[in-house]
Every structure is written in C-alpha cells, then in structure tokens.
C-alpha cells in the first residue's frame, strides 16, 4: 500500500559504534612464503646458531624449512650443499647491488667495495658462521669442497670488480682472493665493532699484500716466457714424431705381404 504524502519517513539511527562495525576489516598480509631452496639455506643457519654443527641431521634441516625428505633430496644432496647454497645466496645479494659508482674507481677500491658488501650480505648469518667456522677448521676434506665453492663465488666478485680472472694469471689470482677474503672472515667472525676498523684494516692489508704477489707473479711470467716457448716447441716436436710413428703403424700391412697381416695366415 502506497504512503500517504506528508507521512513521516523513518529514521534510522546510526551510531558510531555500529558504523565502525560494518566497515570491512583489511586482512592482514600472508608473509610471502620463501622459495623451498632458499628455506632450506635459512633452516640450516638457524640450526647452526644453536647447536654444533655436527649434530644437525639432514632430517632437521627438511623439518625447520618444512620440507619432506623427498623434497630436500631434489633440492640438495647433503648439508654441505645447502651451505653451499647460502654462499650463492650472498652471491646473487653482492650482484644484485648497484656498483655504477664504483666504475671509476682504482682496482683496489673496488674489489675492497665489493668483499665489504659480501660481508654486510653475510652479517645476519654470522653466528652461525661463527659455529660452522670451528667445527669445520679440523676437516681437510670439507675445507678443500669450501674452498671449490669460494672459487666459484669469487669469480663473480672479482667480475662485479671489473678485475678480469681469465688468461695465465687469471686462476692465480682467483685462489688468492680467496685465501684472502678467508683470512678476512676470521677476524669479521670476532670483530664486534659495528664499525668494522679490524675487519676492514685486515681487508685493506690482505688486497696490498695480494697486488705485490701479483706484480711478482707476473714478472716471473715474463722473465720465464722464451723458456716456456722453448719447451713448448719441443713438446710439438715430439708430438708430431708421435702421430708419424701411430700414422706409419696404422697403414695397411697386407701391403707387399703375400702372407697377409694375420700371422695365423702362414699355417
């Protein structure tokens, strides 16, 4: 039935109260799941800041980074391998970062820049750095894998520096950035100084010391070079009787044999 004119309309009241109840609430964020190779690098350092490093178990590791065995498997063939994992995790944070300023730089302000940013990417791991450092010093065969690993990374350091690690030299000099930067992380792993003065003045010392072994280096390669010339045209020399001889052995030898090659031919 239709309202008469002039009837009031209804009010409704609203409180603030109630204004405030409707209103739809904003769900919070999920927290972004990390991808599960990734998670498996942060439940290792996690469980290396607690506990000795030898009494975490493959199965610990899927368990903190919530993974089933099968799944670790595919990601990672031992723990080792996930620690090797976090090192290309400081890689990719190293390279990520912007080094456009560093371009005209000298060669050593450069390379100090880039190791100094390895460690700031390492500084949230450093307990358990700290722990897997000593349990690992007493372990050649560990130390040697590391050492492979170092030597991947580094190469890319050594690039993010513009320092070229190819030709005569370029192996050389990558295994001694390493042994540097390693003799840099002791002293980081008890420098607690937010400033860093022994860390880095051990750097700095560490990249001089490294420029003079080169410059030797290099001397000796070129003082050494018509000796390696020398021995290199002897081996071609030798070579080269080597394929005659293989070349003459290799010929048909039924050729002018009425007998055949086959010494059973002649019964």
Same mark, same amino acid.
């Given at each position: 039935?239709?309202?008469?004119?002039?009837?009031?309309?209804?009010?409704?009241?609203?409180?603030?109260?109630?204004?405030?109840?409707?209103?739809?609430?904003?769900?919070?964020?999920?927290?972004?799941?990390?991808?599960?190779?990734?998670?498996?690098?942060?439940?290792?350092?996690?469980?290396?800041?607690?506990?000795?490093?030898?009494?975490?178990?493959?199965?610990?590791?899927?368990?903190?980074?919530?993974?089933?065995?099968?799944?670790?498997?595919?990601?990672?063939?031992?723990?080792?391998?996930?620690?090797?994992?976090?090192?290309?995790?400081?890689?990719?944070?190293?390279?990520?970062?912007?080094?456009?300023?560093?371009?005209?730089?000298?060669?050593?302000?450069?390379?100090?820049?880039?190791?100094?940013?390895?460690?700031?990417?390492?500084?949230?791991?450093? =307990?358990?750095? #700290? *722990?897997?450092?000593?349990?690992? /010093?007493?372990?050649?065969? %560990?130390? +040697?894998?590391?050492? &492979?690993? @170092?030597?991947?990374?580094?190469?890319?350091?050594?690039?993010?520096?513009?320092?070229?690690?190819?030709?005569?030299?370029?192996?050389?000099?990558?295994?001694?950035?390493?042994?540097?930067?390693?003799?840099?992380?002791?002293?980081?792993?008890?420098?607690?100084?937010?400033?860093?003065?022994?860390?880095?003045?051990?750097?700095?010392?560490?990249?001089?010391?490294?420029?003079?072994?080169?410059?030797?280096? =290099?001397?000796? #390669? *070129?003082?050494?070079?018509?000796? /390696?010339?020398?021995?290199? %045209?002897? +081996?071609?020399?030798? &070579?080269? @009787?080597?394929?005659?001889?293989?070349?003459?052995?290799?010929?048909?030898?039924?050729?002018?044999?009425?007998?055949?090659?086959?010494?059973?031919?002649?019964?």
């Amino acid at each position: 039935m239709a309202k008469r004119p002039g009837s009031p309309r209804p009010e409704t009241q609203t409180t603030e109260t109630d204004s405030a109840d409707t209103l739809p609430v904003a769900a919070a964020a999920p927290e972004k799941a990390l991808p599960p190779r990734e998670a498996a690098v942060e439940a290792l350092m996690r469980l290396a800041a607690e506990q000795p490093w030898n009494d975490i178990e493959i199965g610990d590791i899927a368990r903190e980074a919530g993974l089933t065995l099968a799944e670790f498997r595919d990601l990672f063939p031992s723990k080792g391998a996930v620690l090797g994992g976090l090192s290309r995790l400081i890689d990719r944070a190293v390279l990520e970062g912007d080094t456009a300023d560093l371009a005209d730089e000298p060669t050593r302000e450069r390379l100090f820049d880039v190791l100094m940013r390895r460690l700031d990417a390492m500084t949230p791991y450093k =307990d358990a750095l #700290r *722990r897997i450092s000593y349990a690992l /010093r007493g372990d050649p065969l %560990s130390m +040697l894998a590391l050492n &492979g690993v @170092a030597l991947n990374s580094h190469r890319f350091m050594l690039a993010a520096a513009g320092i070229n690690t190819e030709g005569p030299l370029g192996r050389l000099k990558l295994q001694g950035v390493v042994i540097a930067f390693a003799r840099t992380v002791e002293v980081w792993l008890d420098d607690d100084d937010p400033a860093l003065a022994r860390t880095m003045a051990r750097l700095d010392k560490e990249i001089r010391n490294g420029e003079r072994f080169m410059e030797r280096a =290099d001397d000796a #390669r *070129r003082l050494t070079a018509p000796f /390696r010339a020398l021995g290199r %045209s002897l +081996l071609d020399r030798g &070579g080269r @009787a080597r394929r005659e001889r293989h070349a003459a052995d290799d010929r048909n030898e039924d050729a002018g044999n009425p007998l055949g090659g086959d010494p059973a031919a002649a019964i």
